[in-house]
């Protein structure tokens, strides 16, 4: 027990140091890309809470694998500090873990980002007083509040399982609904409000983490433009405009003066090579800094990694073909919401990831790899693409210049693309995220000499679909929370 609450003890003190370092991530991220000019308290807060709360979110499914793992042994047993109240208080705590990411991410989605959006908006229009601006913002939220409020209450009072009585009156079904709703606790409609994003989620892992996926890595091989040569070629611009401008002087030498287009237009020529001038000196400060030396030097292993992430990128692709493509011929049907009996089709993560499970962490690395790729590869595609709006692209996220409805619509687009990549996981490795290595006992007659004897042996086997479930019965499975909460 001793050893177990050491174990715990070390387990809590990495998860805060790894709170702490998704805070400074958060923090340098949003300053680095937020406008100088343009940048607000409110907006930064929020933009660099909601970055927080879309990793934590996305860290808990690792977390989430790690313990149902770590409450059994490899030979299938539980261990002995894995008693029920300790297991169940496990299970407990990260199940109300996601529960509260999960209405943290509505309480952003349909409340904050928007309000503090429209806040902003009004901001720039009118300079008046704030109470006005938070009036108009309120009205505006209105409409993401009522979308919420419907999806709420579309899952808490529809039934997911009507009862086949022919004679029963209409008093009674509208009770069987207040019941439900109570044996629920309104878990149900946070989940189907949470199911509702994750299809918008998917629409936008569609657009941006797919092209995030090819972007990252071909961005690492192109590689950027050196600043030598940019300095080269702003050094042609600025004798360029000194020739247009002298061009344009020299139609006064005999003592006429400009006209009114002349000096007009000597005055954005002057205008343009200063501001040439300007970009000269940035580039030469850049060209002399060390952090573009150390960026040339590591230039090969750039290449190397963008060749490895688009093999990566190839392996998710194959894998997710594989496993849909085994979930449309063999899983259970559509009222099982597809679950796979068993392992058919074999892809290449779904062997890999039971092989490491061997040699601990391997297979917690991998998984908890695969978990931070889709999410930066999404932000890498949000980043290159922009924000759009269909064919209207609304706004750039660039270094420095990025202004704050931008970071906002950042932040919400990852927190749908959080809900979705759990489910895209599951896909990629059905088996692994639903169980992580939990092995369970199958009785079997020993055989001896060809004739089957009365000894009974236990061998150990990795939980599937076909596991029984329960807790503290040595045969049993414990499914991840996450897995739960779709159910």
Same mark, same amino acid.
């Given at each position: ?42 907006? @930064?807060?929020?933009? !660099?809470?909601?970055? $927080? #709360?879309? %990793?934590?979110?996305? =860290?808990?499914? &690792?977390? +989430? *694998? ?74 505006? @939220?209105?409409?993401? !509040?009522?979308?919420? $409020? #419907?999806? %709420?209450?579309?899952? =808490?009072?529809? &039934?997911? +399982? *009507? ?71 702003n050094t042609e611009d600025i004798e360029e405009v000194e020739q247009r401008i002298l061009r344009i002087k020299s139609k006064c030498r005999d003592g006429r003066p400009l006209s009114s287009r002349d000096r007009r237009a000597v ?41 490895f992430f688009i093999i990566v990128a190839l392996l998710f692709t194959v894998s997710l073909f594989l496993s849909n493509l085994d979930k449309a011929l063999h899983s259970a049907g559509f009222d099982s919401g597809f679950i796979i ?113 009365n000894v009974t042996t236990f061998v150990a086997k990795d939980c599937d679909a076909d596991a029984p479930e329960g807790l503290l019965n040595w045969i049993n499975c414990i499914m991840l929370q996450r897995q739960e909460i779709c159910?």
């Open positions: 027990m001793a050893a177990a609450a050491s174990e715990l003890l070390t387990g809590w003190f990495l998860f805060g140091l790894a709170l702490l370092a998704i805070l400074i991530f958060s923090w340098v991220y949003v300053r680095k890309y937020q406008s100088r000019r343009e940048s607000e308290v409110i907006s @930064t807060v929020t933009a !660099i809470f909601a970055l $927080a #709360v879309a %990793l934590i979110s996305s =860290a808990l499914l &690792p977390v +989430d *694998i790690f313990l149902v793992s770590y409450m059994k042994n490899q030979n299938g047993t539980f261990k002995d500090w894995a008693d029920a109240n300790v297991s169940r208080q496990i299970e407990d705590t990260v199940l109300y873990g996601y529960y509260t990411l999960y209405s943290i991410i509505l309480f952003c989605v349909f409340l904050w980002i928007p309000f503090v959006y429209f806040y902003y908006e009004e901001k720039e229009e009118d300079d008046g007083n704030t109470c006005s601006q938070v009036k108009t913002a309120l009205k505006y @939220t209105l409409g993401f !509040i009522t979308v919420c $409020a #419907v999806l %709420l209450l579309i899952g =808490a009072f529809v &039934p997911l +399982d *009507i009862p086949n009585k022919k004679n029963s009156t209409e008093w009674e079904k509208v009770k069987l609904l207040f019941e439900e709703f109570g044996s629920s606790h309104g878990l149900t409609a946070l989940s189907f409000s949470i199911s509702s994003l994750t299809v918008i989620g998917m629409l936008a892992a569609i657009t941006y983490t797919a092209y995030g996926m090819s972007a990252l890595p071909l961005n690492l091989i192109k590689g950027t433009t050196s600043a030598a040569y940019e300095r080269l070629e005055q954005q020529l002057e205008e343009r090579l200063r501001t040439l001038r300007r970009r000269e000196r940035h580039l030469e400060t850049i060209e002399k800094s060390w952090w573009l030396k150390f960026c040339e030097a590591i230039r090969p292993l750039k290449i190397v990694w963008g060749v009996l068993g392992t058919n089709l074999t892809n290449p993560l779904n062997m890999l990831l039971p092989v490491l499970q061997t040699v601990f962490p391997l297979d917690y690395i991998l998984i908890t790899t695969i978990v931070m790729y889709f999410i930066f590869t999404s932000m890498a595609g949000i980043r290159n693409m922009g924000i759009w709006f269909f064919w209207i692209r609304l706004y750039k996220i660039r270094r420095g210049k990025t202004r704050p409805q931008a970071l906002l619509f950042l932040c919400m687009i990852l927190l749908l693309i959080v809900l979705h990549t759990s489910y895209m996981i599951y896909s990629l490795a059905p088996q692994y995220v639903m169980y992580g290595s939990q092995k369970y006992l199958v009785q079997s007659n020993k055989t001896i000499d060809g004739q089957p004897k159910h």
